[in-house]
């Protein structure tokens, strides 16, 4: 079915290499573990990819992307009270999300980590998908501040950086400690500093 479903074939192995590079990062991750999960030859893979570089760029663009992007747009979509949907997906991530956060951190955070110094197309797809969820949370706090439930004095793109970076850090404090306690106190404390962005008489 997939020599006949170029599509299908794409897919899995993207699925397969997002798996593979997740475990054991990018440099590590084996193209021979990525055609046994995908179950798929050498020759489809190279009819997608010329070469595991490909693979990992698009494995940013669309894999991550979409995981990433619409993970943080769905709560924040059309809200105009943007705190506490930032709130509850902090508090979301890590109840649904804290053992894979503890054992193999955030994969987009891992590729900056790894890849960001050791490859220039990986550094720009990954700086681009830091700019489009920063976007996604700058978008919804303009909402909030049109709306009167975000501080007028505080400046979106700013905080958009930092909550991401912060976000990023959390998940990397998370990977390295193992501890997933760890990880829920430092959403708490984040959502103690999204509190501080609202206006004195929203509660």
């Given at each position: 079915m997939s020599a006949k479903n170029p599509e299908l074939t794409r897919a899995k192995l993207l699925d397969a290499g997002f798996e593979e590079i997740y475990e054991h990062g990018f440099r590590a991750a084996s193209l021979d573990s990525i055609l046994a999960r995908a179950g798929v030859t050498k020759g489809a893979l190279y009819h997608h990819f010329p070469n595991k570089q490909a693979l990992g760029y698009a494995l940013v663009e669309e894999v991550l992307a979409e995981f990433m992007v619409e993970r943080m747009s769905v709560p924040l979509k059309n809200s105009d009270y943007p705190i506490g949907a930032l709130q509850r997906h902090g508090l979301e991530?890590?109840?649904?999300?804290?053992?894979?956060?503890?054992?193999?951190?955030?994969?987009?955070?891992?590729?900056?980590?790894?890849?960001?110094?050791?490859?220039?197309?990986?550094?720009?797809?990954?700086?681009?998908?830091?700019?489009?969820?920063?976007?996604?949370?700058?978008?919804?706090?303009?909402?909030?501040?049109?709306?009167?439930?975000?501080?007028?004095?505080?400046?979106?793109?700013?905080i958009a950086e930092f909550y991401i970076a912060m976000s990023m850090g959390i998940m990397g404090a998370a990977?390295?400690?193992?501890?997933?306690?760890?990880?829920r106190g430092l959403i708490e404390t984040a959502n103690h500093f999204l509190d501080s962005l609202r206006p004195l008489s929203v509660n």
């Open positions: 991530m890590v109840n649904e999300h804290a053992d894979d956060a503890c054992t193999h951190g955030c994969p987009l955070n891992n590729l900056a980590q790894e890849m960001s110094s050791e490859d220039e197309e990986f550094r720009k797809r990954i700086v681009k998908l830091y700019e489009r969820l920063q976007g996604v949370v700058e978008a919804a706090l303009r909402r909030g501040q049109d709306a009167g439930n975000v501080r007028q004095d505080i400046d979106p793109t700013r990977k390295t400690s193992q501890d997933p306690a760890l990880m």
